[in-house]
């Protein structure tokens, strides 16, 4: 029997193996392990909370890229007044995205086995044709092809703090602690104030924080909303063609970029309704672009595409809003220099972006919210480490995620694809840039796994 083994059940390994499932050859099994046991969630969706929504209108948020209005009409049976617009729970996605998979997993061919395994995996070696697995708990799998399906590694500690800080220092802002009640009236400080904070920082607002919360980043950024409702008129679509005209660099880009939003502007559009447009396209931008175009990208230009690029849903934003009306949370731009203890927690002493003027702010608690690490030579992963040390995987030069080829293999460190190693998941980035959400990832996951069917029904033909 064929096996197919993906490792990690997030998005990204969920919707894979069950598009496997839909074309799987006969006589193959499929393995799903994962590290936790919420299979078909991950990080993103394994959330309870209310008040963490979906970034992206359900209407887009279909685990198929040939039935848009999948999760939609999952959605309607649920709750009626849901429509393409609504922004729903993200709790309700992993319901969701555990209900592809069962299905999937019934409507396969008889002969067709999918095991779920929770587990980690400890090794990753050639064997053969194929690899050989060995589980944390001394289990062998023996695979004709291996799908890494890992997602967001945990941040970086920011320079400063660390471990040696204890309970005062929370370096992953996942790994569900929670206020204690005598905590609710203390100041916290979020280090980053990207997407991770202001979820961390509505988290809090659900268990009843009382105190202050302070959001510091180098340019005092924070995430901007979508519209309540999308404009009813055609947009204009000539920025894509006038962008794959220009030269491929970073201010190429931003000229042509300020130039049709003004335009456009005029003519009563949005500058959201111009990114929707790009969306097609960043692929192939980023694509163009020389690495020293890119490496200037990441160093100036990233933190602005991030916070128009990847908005909140309006109602989480309204509620972080409140907050910042009436000063509980305080957004800051500056630099960290200097953190000491003190008898309440921490002292925290930043300079300022304007006037670069120092000031000092006493927090009993700092949560590292700088993002997901991507760079995988600074990865404290078992796994990682190993296909690191044998030469498997190559990661990217930028520190974006992993070198592939164009049919999603793992290069290894010589530049070969490994012909049974692929990859899925948002380290896709390193070389399309803007495949880490919904509507990229499932035609990713759709092509992966037509693809290998096809080898392994090819592979099964010849025997």
Known sequence: MKTLVIIGAGFSGAVTAAQFLHHSPPGTRVVLINRSGAMARGLAYGTNSSLHLLNVPAGN??????????????????????????????????????????????????????????????????????????????????????????????????????SYLGERYQSDPWSGAEMLPDDLESPVLLVGAGLTALDVSLGLLQQGHRGPIYMISRRGLRPLPHRQQRPSHEVPSAITQRLL???????????????????????????????????SITAKLWTRLPDVE?????????????????????????????????????????????????????????????????????????????????NLLRVNDTLISQLRADGLIQ?????????????????????????????????????????????????????LAVRLARKMSLSVDSQ
């Open 61 to 162: 948020m279909s685990a198929y890229v040939d039935d848009p209005e999948h999760f939609l009409r999952f959605c309607q049976a649920r709750d009626s007044d849901c429509v393409a617009s609504s922004f729903v729970p993200r709790k309700i996605y992993g319901d969701y995205l555990t209900s592809v998979l069962d299905e999937a997993e019934k409507q396969a061919r008889p002969d067709v086995r999918l095991e779920r395994l929770i587990s980690e995996v400890r090794s990753l070696r050639p064997e053969g044709a194929g690899a050989v697995l060995e589980l944390r708990s001394g289990q062998q799998i023996h695979a004709d092809q291996v799908v890494l399906a890992f997602g967001n590694f945990s941040p970086l500690d920011p320079p400063g703090f660390g």
């Open 395 to 447: 990661p990217d030069a930028l520190g974006l995620g992993l070198s592939l080829s164009q049919h999603c293999e793992v290069n290894d460190l010589n530049g070969r694809a490994v012909p049974w190693l692929n990859y899925i998941g948002p380290m896709l980035k390193a070389d399309l840039w803007e495949a880490t959400a919904v509507p990229e990832l499932r035609q990713c996951a759709k092509t």
């Open 245 to 279: 005209e220009e030269a491929p660099s970073v201010r190429g880009y931003m000229r042509v970029m300020r130039h049709e939003i003004n335009l456009a502007k005029s003519q009563g559009f949005d500058w959201r309704d111009l990114l929707a447009v790009m969306r």
């Open 294 to 374: 890119r490496r200037r990208f990441l160093r100036h230009a990233q933190p602005y595409w991030d916070v128009h690029r990847h908005r909140v849903a309006p109602a989480a934003y309204l509620r972080f809003e409140e907050a910042l009306k009436i000063g509980q949370v305080r957004s800051m731009a500056g630099r960290i220099r200097t953190v000491a203890a003190n008898t309440i927690g921490l002292t925290v002493g930043v300079e300022l972006r304007e006037g670069r003027k120092l000031t000092t702010i006493d927090v009993a608690r700092v949560i590292n919210c700088t993002g997901p690490n991507t």
